[in-house]
């Protein structure tokens, strides 16, 4: 057995001498990850995990320092911002994440990212393909000098056709 | 400030390149010859934002570190996967050889491996 192994098995021990209730807190949160756009009813979760709900929701806080609702709903919101930057719609966001109202989505969004929904599209929507990246990280040129100029004379006028 | 680059430092580059590709999946970015060695990255099969090169151990006292941490089975670095324990049979079918078998550790699970150049590498599960 190696240093590390050893030393694992030591925190292991301290840390977590119950495997059984951290792993059933880690399936819940696995659970929310993959099931965030559903209705999920934590108090299920939470029934079928544990002997009592108070007991779940410590635990799972005690692991990801958020309760098990703070935590779907940081999900959501993290889906939502990648929504909103991808293009899709408010509504369609809203939807998406398993949102039913567009104003109870609209004032948690913006209570968690200090942004409503369509200010957060105006600021961070991301431009496709606005401004390719023609060099590696050495930086040395990866396509050819007519690639590069044909790149940047199409990167300019998508930025000339943006500002009109 | 982004991080867009990461290394291991690997006793055989072409050795490397054919464990990081061929048994752990990742897929070819650059490979710019540099003299002896060569500037040579390899990326997610699924995003290639982040690169990670495999750069040639060289420098004599940086070999006593690695072997150190070797023998100590102390990981260089580690890799995120979805499902360790699916990760780490399929790993071992392809004939990988792990010194710490998949383990939770309260929210994360974790194991470690040898990439035959040098260097444990854990993978861990959040």
């Not at chain 1, 039913?100 to 393909?129: H, Q, W």
């Not at chain 1, 930086?139 to 940047?152: D, E, P, R, W």
């Amino acid at each position: 057995m190696t240093y590390y192994h050893q030393h694992i098995i030591e925190i292991r021990k301290a840390l977590y001498p119950n495997e059984y209730l951290y792993r059933q807190a880690v399936l819940a949160k696995l659970f929310i990850d993959k099931h965030y756009n559903h209705d999920i009813n934590l108090d299920e979760i939470s029934d079928k995990a544990f002997f009592s709900k108070f007991h779940f929701i410590r635990l799972f806080r005690s692991i990801y320092y958020k309760t098990p609702y703070q935590y779907l709903t940081s999900v959501r919101i993290e889906k939502a911002k990648l929504f909103l930057q991808s293009g899709k719609s408010i509504s369609e966001t809203c939807s998406l994440i398993g949102f039913r109202s567009i104003t109870s989505f609209t004032s948690l969004f913006r209570k968690a990212t200090g942004y409503t929904p369509a200010n957060f599209v105006k600021k961070y929507r991301k431009l496709p393909e606005l401004i390719p990246f023609p060099y590696n990280s050495l930086g040395y040129l990866q396509k050819n000098q007519s690639q590069k100029t044909a790149i940047l004379k199409k990167t300019n006028s998508r930025v000339c056709s943006l500002n009109q | 400030m982004r991080i867009r680059l990461t290394s291991v430092l690997v006793d055989d580059q072409d050795k490397a390149l054919q464990f990081y590709t061929e048994k752990l999946g990742f897929v070819k970015k650059t490979d710019i010859p540099l003299g002896e060695h060569k500037w040579l990255t390899v990326v997610s099969p699924e995003s290639d934002e982040i690169e990670l090169v495999l750069e040639p151990m060289g420098f004599e006292p940086a070999k006593t570190y690695q072997k150190a941490l070797f023998e100590a089975g102390i990981p260089l670095t580690a890799f995120h996967v979805e499902d360790v324990h699916k990760e780490y049979e399929q790993l071992l079918k392809k004939g990988v050889e792990f010194s710490l078998k998949p383990t939770n550790m309260g929210a994360v699970t974790l194991a470690v491996f040898n990439d035959t150049c040098g260097n444990n590498i854990q993978i861990v599960q959040v």
